[in-house]
């Protein structure tokens, strides 16, 4: 990959990193409220599904997050866009929809695959 294409990557995770952190500490203020003294019965149902939703987001988010270091630090590295299971540069066109992708095309269709005849 050509090194504006890099730096492209680069910035895009950077932000998505920034938008991920910001969302984070909005969603602490939420979890920070707590529960209303008082509330009615629905109104805890409620908040407790809620408050069970943020907690997910925010996991899936962590893992975003995490993914997005380690491609950071790929690129630092200059080993970024090599497939984690063949070893083959991995297309630039997957990498600009994908960028926290480890695996090429074809690696990541076999392992859904396999995936896929377990699950049977």
Known sequence: MNTRGTEEIRHRLTIALQEIEEAHEGSMELLADGFQAFADTVDV???ETDRKILL???ERDRQRA???RRAL????DGNYGICEECGEPIAPARLKA???????VHCKEALEQEQYAHAR
């Open 56 to 58: 997910a987001l925010r």
């Open 45 to 47: 149902a409620s908040q």
């Open 66 to 68: 995490r993914d997005i």
């Open 98 to 104: 994908f960028p926290t992708t480890t695996l090429c």
């Open 73 to 76: 630090r790929q690129l630092e």
